[in-house]
């Protein structure tokens, strides 16, 4: 008899036995019952004192920290031009780079140079005057002294009858034509040092015009007064120039600039560290350089790193952003350059400042997941639940600092718990104590 039929021959009893057996004998065992956490499962960690530095960040342009624009500083055709004058070219500093035709400027100098010869002869002549006018008047006044002595002479013959009245007459006419001579010469000697004196006045007007012209002919050369690199250029070879024209632009090389906007409250944090309450004015006078370190980044390739200094703070804030214009300066920012892998920092470049103050040594900061408006949630006692009110100071980086509320050792939770309710039994889950920022 077939296998089958002989099984359907079975009582359904035991048909039935034996299918139970098997699937008592196939059946998973029984999951073995773990107990439940005692209270809320949160993750926690733990507070630490630690050193914290204050950063802000912030984006500008950069611009040459030293401009030149070179303006005609007198009138004329420009007879040379350097090869190299052309935009984004360098040029050393002391470069002859333009000449304007100093031709009417040496006439005129010739010119003054000859009048004041001229007036220094007459002055060599003013002063032979004087020495031969004075020899002369010695001379009269030795023959005016004669004369007296001659007149009163004759007069006593005149009153001894010896000599006649006309003797004494023509004594006393040549003793006063001798005193017209001595006053003549004297009034001589007297309008010479007027003379002289307006002599002297021409001879400073005119060497004045020789100054003046050796200093037009000295602008008819432009030099370049640092090295720099060439932004325009307004004029063209033979193209007659007027005074106050605009010749050429430049940037100077040596170093650049970047006025980033800081939020006050971050400024104030990098000057003054803790003491948040220290007047703004007064941290910017004490010197921003001392305080802080800069580093710029262009936004064309963030990898770049190059040292800065705060250099200075623009004057007046921004009433409306509630930011200071902080200056940031970078040396050399063409020679450390390595084109194509580290780019020159050219004007209207894009770039990221970041700023960092002094450290702030052993504050309390917690992750920013554990604050919850101004309340911290605590892990008390036999693992229950505290709400404790906190002053934060600042955030950053993912931390909140705080001003009180907290001490090193305690233990927050980072979880949102809702209710919060004080006094609740939790399970806690530790993480990792917050790490340092700067």
């Given amino acids: 008899m077939p296998v089958l039929l002989r099984f359907l021959a079975l009582p359904p009893i035991l048909v039935a036995a034996a299918v139970a057996a098997w699937l008592i004998n196939n059946a998973p065992s029984p999951a073995q019952q773990v107990d439940a956490p005692d209270g809320l499962p949160v993750r926690v960690a733990s507070v630490v004192a630690q050193d914290i530095w204050p950063a802000a960040r912030g984006w500008g342009s950069v611009r040459a920290a030293d401009t030149w624009a070179a303006v005609a500083e007198v009138r004329g055709q420009v007879i040379w031009r350097h090869p190299d004058l ?18 009417d400027y040496q006439l005129a100098m010739s010119q003054s140079e000859a009048d004041l010869q001229a007036l220094q002869a007459e002055a060599a002549q003013i002063e032979a005057e004087a020495a031969s006018t004075r020899r002369v008047l010695a001379l009269e006044e030795g023959r005016l002294r004669l004369a007296e002595a001659d007149l009163k002479r004759v007069r006593d013959l005149v009153d001894q009858g010896i000599n006649p009245q006309t003797r004494a007459d023509e004594t006393e006419k040549a003793l006063l034509l001798s005193r017209r001579t001595v006053t003549e010469l004297q009034n001589t000697l007297a309008l010479l040092p007027s003379r002289s004196a307006g002599l002297q006045a021409q001879t400073a007007r005119t060497e004045a015009a020789i100054a003046r012209s050796r200093r037009d002919l000295d602008h008819t050369v432009v030099v370049t007064p640092f090295d720099l690199r060439i932004r325009g250029v307004e004029v063209e070879l033979y193209q007659w120039v007027t005074a106050g024209q605009k010749l050429v632009q430049g940037d100077g090389i040596a170093r650049v600039e970047v006025v980033v906007q800081i939020p006050l409250p971050a400024f104030r944090r990098l000057l003054t560290s803790m003491a948040l309450e220290t007047d703004t004015l007064t941290a910017v006078g004490a010197g921003p350089a001392a305080r802080m370190t800069a580093e710029l ?30 200056v940031v ?65 600042f955030r950053q980086d993912g931390l909140v600092i705080l001003r009180e509320g907290l001490t090193a050792g305690e233990t927050v939770v980072l979880d949102d718990i809702a209710p919060a309710l004080p006094g609740m039994r939790l399970f806690p889950v530790e993480t990792a104590a917050s790490g340092k920022t700067r």
Avoid: C, F
């Avoid at 052309?86 to 031709?103: C, R």
């Avoid at 084109?339 to 917690?366: C, D, F, K, S, Y």
């Fill in 297 to 326: 980044h262009p936004l064309i390739d963030p990898a770049q790193i190059w040292p800065a200094t705060v250099s200075r703070v623009e004057g007046g804030l921004d009433p409306k952003a509630r930011t200071v214009p902080v």
């Fill in 329 to 393: 300066t970078v040396d050399d920012p063409y020679t450390a350059a390595q084109p194509p892998a580290r780019l020159p920092l050219v004007p209207n470049m894009q770039v990221e400042i970041a700023l960092t103050g002094a450290p702030l040594n052993q504050v309390i900061a917690i992750p920013e997941a554990a604050l919850h408006g101004e309340t911290a949630y605590v892990l008390g006692a036999g693992n229950t639940l505290e709400l404790r009110p906190v002053t934060p100071a």
């Fill in 86 to 103: 052309e935009t984004g070219k360098l040029i050393p500093a002391g470069t002859e780079v333009l000449k304007i035709d100093p031709a």
